[in-house]
């Protein structure tokens, strides 16, 4: 059964930081894609970071710097380590896992086939 589960979550100040993880089953951390997303209520989910097979990585324009995503094989595992935390983070957190639709770019081009359940992150000023 293709499964991922995140963790990792909470109420954090501005400045501060969170790790999140993301347990995945074996299928889906074999995926070609892993990725992390957030989504606000009313506002499509948008991409925050994401690594391909051969860990090349992308980040969106407003997290770079700050957050890094990087996995651990023996656990499975997928994380986004979240620093300098702004009130604009504030979302629900999604690990993703797929495939690139064309040649190998999984942050525009990703098809994603699996997805967590999430974690919320609430960064108060």
């Known amino acids: 059964q293709v499964q991922l589960v995140e963790s990792g979550g909470g109420s954090v100040q501005a400045g501060g930081s969170l790790r999140l993880s993301c347990a995945a089953s074996k299928d889906a951390y074999s995926s070609y894609c892993l990725g992390w997303f957030r989504q606000v209520p009313e506002k499509a989910r948008e991409a925050v970071a994401t690594?391909?097979?051969?860990?090349?990585?992308d980040y969106s324009d407003s997290v770079k710097g700050r957050f890094t995503i990087s996995k651990d094989n023996a656990k499975n595992t997928l994380y986004l380590q979240m620093n300098s935390l702004k009130p604009e983070d504030t979302a629900m957190y999604y690990c993703?896992?797929?495939?690139?639709?064309?040649?190998?770019?999984?942050?525009?081009?990703?098809?994603?086939?699996?997805w967590g359940q999430g974690t919320q992150v609430t960064v108060s000023s």
């Open positions: 993703a896992a797929g495939r690139p639709q064309g040649v190998g770019d999984c942050f525009f081009l990703g098809a994603w086939d699996y």
């Open positions: 690594l391909d097979k051969y860990t090349s990585i």
